[in-house]
């Protein structure tokens, strides 16, 4: 065990002992920093009322202490510190691959969904074995779509949708969006959000946990790049959540500088202009769009 996860304490888990849990077909894991117990709770609630959900971990990176988690039907661990996104939800991606977990959801805290979709979910999973991770279309609050499926990002992209002007960068943005398909057929996107990815456990075995020299942001583009090279990576728009999409970045300087930093780690892992495999990706996604409008599908 490293330093932190030496002061964690796994409290209690929902439904099922540890020794049962091969025969579960999915759990959830959540990250908790400073949210309401209320906001929690209201989600739990909402996942013990889906069938297919096994265990919920919630894994607290808080500094303030809540005893009301306890008594909640959930796997509770709190770290004695910020131990990052990524890490944190591979506490929970750990046990459900030594649980031999068919899925496993990354969900954040702030989202609202029917509990049917998780059946519809896993259903779509089983009959397509070739499918690594997914995600269902994503609204706000107020029912405007979310464009959460991107091209693999180029640093260009990062500049312009974090700096430049939104008029400005309205056509590359289009693009790197790819909001000319619609948003409304299925389709295998290289980048899919970490607010809500459904995982293969089997997928996660091949390529690996999230990479934990992120703290903050990346993550999700990281492990969908390489769950992509290997599955497919689904946008599945036949089901929908909420989510309120703080955006924190754009409102606290602690959090861009966060981002900045995480992003140079993002370009040299990846590679900053020399990337052939990002262009060679980016181009097959581009590609499906345009078969689907020759075919007039979109």
């Known amino acids: 065990m490293d330093k932190e996860t030496n002061h964690q304490h796994a409290i209690r888990s929902n439904k099922e002992t540890q020794t049962d849990h091969n025969i579960g077909n999915l759990n959830v894991s959540i990250v908790r920093f400073e949210q309401p117990f209320e906001m929690i709770a209201s989600l739990v609630a909402l996942l013990?009322?889906?069938?297919?959900?096994?265990?919920?971990?919630?894994?607290?990176?808080?500094?303030?202490?809540?005893?009301?988690?306890?008594?909640?039907p959930i796997q509770y661990t709190k770290n004695d510190h910020n131990i990052g996104f990524g890490r944190a939800h591979n506490i929970a991606l750990k046990k459900s691959i030594n649980y031999n977990t068919r899925f496993h959801v990354v969900m954040n805290p702030d989202v609202i969904f029917e509990p049917e979709i998780l059946h519809k979910i896993v259903d779509f999973m089983l009959e397509n074995p070739t499918v690594g991770?997914?995600?269902?279309?994503?609204?706000?609050?107020?029912?405007?779509?979310?464009?959460?499926?991107?091209?693999?990002?180029?640093p260009i992209d990062v500049f312009m949708k974090r700096f430049i002007p939104k008029q400005w960068a309205a056509k590359r943005m289009n693009q790197?969006?790819?909001?000319?398909?619609?948003?409304?057929?299925?389709?295998?996107?290289?980048?899919?959000?970490?607010?809500?990815?459904?995982?293969?456990?089997?997928?996660?075995?091949?390529?690996?946990?999230f990479d934990e020299q992120f703290f903050l942001y990346p993550e999700d583009i990281d492990l969908s790049r390489r769950i992509h090279e290997q599955y497919e990576t689904i946008f599945y728009p036949q089901v929908s959540i909420v989510h309120t999409h703080e955006q924190g970045s754009y409102k606290?300087?602690?959090?861009?500088?966060?981002?900045?930093?995480?992003?140079?780690?993002?370009?040299?892992?990846?590679?900053?202009?020399?990337?052939?495999?990002?262009?060679?990706?980016?181009?097959q996604t581009l590609d499906q769009i345009l078969t689907f409008k020759n075919q007039n599908i979109l």
């Not at 991770?133 to 499926?149: D, E, H, I, R, S």
């Not at 980048?191 to 946990?209: D, H, N, P, W």
């Not at 606290?252 to 262009?279: E, P």
């Open 252 to 283: 606290n300087l602690k959090l861009l500088v966060i981002h900045v930093i995480n992003m140079i780690r993002y370009f040299n892992k990846w590679g900053w202009i020399n990337d052939d495999k990002r262009k060679q990706i980016n181009r």
């Open 48 to 72: 013990m009322q889906s069938s297919v959900v096994q265990t919920i971990f919630l894994i607290d990176n808080s500094a303030t202490d809540e005893p009301r988690f306890l008594s909640l």
């Open 176 to 209: 790197f969006q790819l909001k000319e398909w619609g948003y409304d057929k299925i389709l295998n996107v290289p980048y899919l959000s970490g607010c809500f990815m459904v995982l293969r456990t089997q997928a996660i075995k091949e390529v690996g946990l």
């Open 133 to 154: 991770a997914l995600m269902p279309k994503v609204f706000y609050p107020n029912g405007n779509l979310q464009y959460l499926c991107k091209l693999l990002p180029t």
